[in-house]
């Protein structure tokens, strides 16, 4: 299957400070991708959808000026955090939709985050 | 009713066992099938794809769509602790976004 690479695994920022997360497809192009929150033992919630060289489109609830999410090519999307707070320590997950079949999507390794 | 329905679990099975994991959806559009295996702090990882109805086997995987009662199963034969996972059924229809289940939290006992 595709691989989706996401990066980093785990990361601890402080209250206050914005952290960066990237999700790469490695081996396809992907014209859309997806950022997921996932609670413990919760399913995968959808943040918003990431369209290459356009703006997001969020989900309900979602603040887009908190999660900033920027498509610049083909194989890359970033999720910026802003302001990072405590209620913000999650598990995040990206995935990517294939070009051509535009059906199957593969998901990357997720990002477990924790603001202290 | 919710758009996709999955039992949580835990579901625990012993080594070999066949385990059926299910679920069921309300949306008649959606022609594209999906299981996804996620372990403990892991990305879901696709198992399975299944277009419309039908059967899909891979392995010790199978399958099944039913559209006409809006239900999907999954089945592992000779299940192995290695299964041990969260299950999450998802669907969608082309070019939408993909609505997931909740998960069935799996547990086979060696």
């Known amino acids: 299957g595709a691989v989706v690479s996401q990066h980093p695994s785990r990361v601890i920022c402080k209250s206050g400070t914005s952290v960066k997360i990237e999700c790469r497809s490695l081996d396809f192009q992907a014209t859309t991708m997806f950022w997921y929150r996932q609670f413990p033992k919760k399913s995968l919630m959808l943040m918003a959808t990431s369209n290459e060289g356009s703006k997001a489109t969020y989900e309900q609830g979602v603040e887009k000026d908190k999660f900033l999410i920027n498509h610049a090519s083909l194989t890359l999307s970033t999720l910026t955090v802003t302001s990072a707070h405590p209620e913000d320590s999650s598990f995040y997950i990206c995935s990517a939709r294939l070009q051509e079949s535009g059906t199957e999507a593969f998901f990357g390794q997720g990002t477990r985050l924790t603001v202290v | 009713q919710k758009e996709v329905e999955q039992d949580p679990g835990p579901l625990s099975v012993p080594e070999g066992a066949i385990v059926s994991l299910n679920c069921t959806y309300s949306n008649s559009a959606f022609q594209y099938f999906m299981w996804y295996r996620q372990y403990s702090r892991k990305g879901p990882e696709l198992l399975m794809y299944?277009?419309?109805?039908g059967n899909k086997e891979d392995g010790r995987f199978t399958a099944q769509v039913d559209k006409s009662s809006k239900y999907i199963s999954l089945f592992i034969r000779d299940s192995q602790p290695s299964d041990s996972a969260t299950y999450l059924c998802a669907m969608s229809f082309y070019g939408q976004n993909f609505v997931f289940g909740p998960g069935t939290r799996l547990s086979v006992l060696p």
């Open positions: 299944t277009y419309s109805s």
